[in-house]
């Protein structure tokens, strides 16, 4: 078993199984009942700094995370999402 701190956890690089790069660990959620990461905070690549959007990791889309970085399942394409109720379009 290999352990890892929170200040090695910080930064990592994130990439899929693919190898495509997604972003960087900014922060993570732990269960404070199991100890155990349940949720990872990725700031996703972007052309300028601070400026990418933040993305949440689920436990269940973690493959591995070792010194080196996080390997995540595949991606998938969020669909825009309208209520127009509301007036609310997300994407």
């Known amino acids: 078993m290999q352990l890892i701190n929170s200040i090695q956890l910080k930064y ?5 199984k693919l190898g495509e790069y997604v972003g960087r ?7 404070c009942a199991t100890f155990k990461i349940m949720t990872l905070h990725v700031r996703m690549k972007s052309l300028l700094p601070f400026m990418g959007r933040s993305l949440l990791i ?17 991606l998938v394409e969020q669909e825009k999402i309208t209520n127009p109720d509301l007036g609310l379009v997300t994407e």
């Open 12 to 16: 990592l690089p994130v990439y899929t």
């Open 25 to 31: 660990v900014i922060d993570f959620d732990v269960d």
């Open 58 to 74: 689920g436990v269940e889309s973690i493959v591995e995370i070792t010194p080196r970085g996080v390997i995540i399942e595949e």
